[in-house]
């Protein structure tokens, strides 16, 4: 014999509650989706600063494809060798920028300086490196979601002693270099 509690929750309809969160944004009068930018940094340039340095510079991601607030970038590096080398990667918050400095995990003895510039303009030195080799390079601006990371740029570090007062800064696949020389 069924017992009656038994027989009645045999027979009651099955209800399924399901729920997701949607996080959203509220700027009076409307309501954003919080997203990753649509766009990585613009007006990205790499180039030496020594025989163990580069220098990264970048503009903020425009306005309109922002999604949010910027809350940090990171820029990815690594050797142009054959097999490849995996990248380093170097998440700064936005908030530590003006010369402060910023850690690169797993204990690496390379370190970075990010510097906040005028006009939404950033400046990140990596040094460290290793002396007259390519590296490839590429940055994302983070919000609460993510981001995208640009195309990669290639640069070289510079021969040991011999500081040349140029670089060059182009993006992987594009036959185009841009120069610029330094008065001494």
């Known amino acids: 014999m069924k017992s009656k509690c038994l027989n009645d929750s ?106 906040r510039l005028p006009n939404d303009g950033y400046m990140l030195d990596i040094i460290g490196l290793e002396i007259y080799t390519v590296y490839d390079v590429s940055l994302q601006a983070i919000t609460i979601r993510g981001g995208n990371f640009s195309s990669l740029f290639q640069a070289q570090t510079d021969e040991d002693g011999k500081h040349n007062n140029v670089f060059f800064s182009r993006p992987v696949g594009i036959s185009q270099y841009r120069v610029r020389f330094l008065r001494i």
Request: glycine share 2%; with cysteine; proline share 8%.
């Open 10 to 115: 045999l027979n009651a309809p099955l209800t399924l509650s399901i729920s997701f969160k949607l996080s959203i944004l509220v700027t009076s009068p409307f309501y954003i989706l919080r997203l990753a930018p649509s766009m990585p940094p613009v007006d990205i340039s790499v180039f030496n600063t020594s025989s163990k340095s580069l220098r990264v510079h970048w503009s903020n991601v425009p306005p309109d494809h922002r999604n949010g607030l910027v809350r940090a970038f990171t820029v990815r590096y690594r050797k142009v060798v054959f097999p490849a080398d995996n990248y380093t990667y170097i998440t700064t918050n936005i908030n530590d920028a003006c010369g402060s400095n910023v850690s690169i995990p797993d204990g690496d003895n390379r370190s970075c300086l990010l510097h």
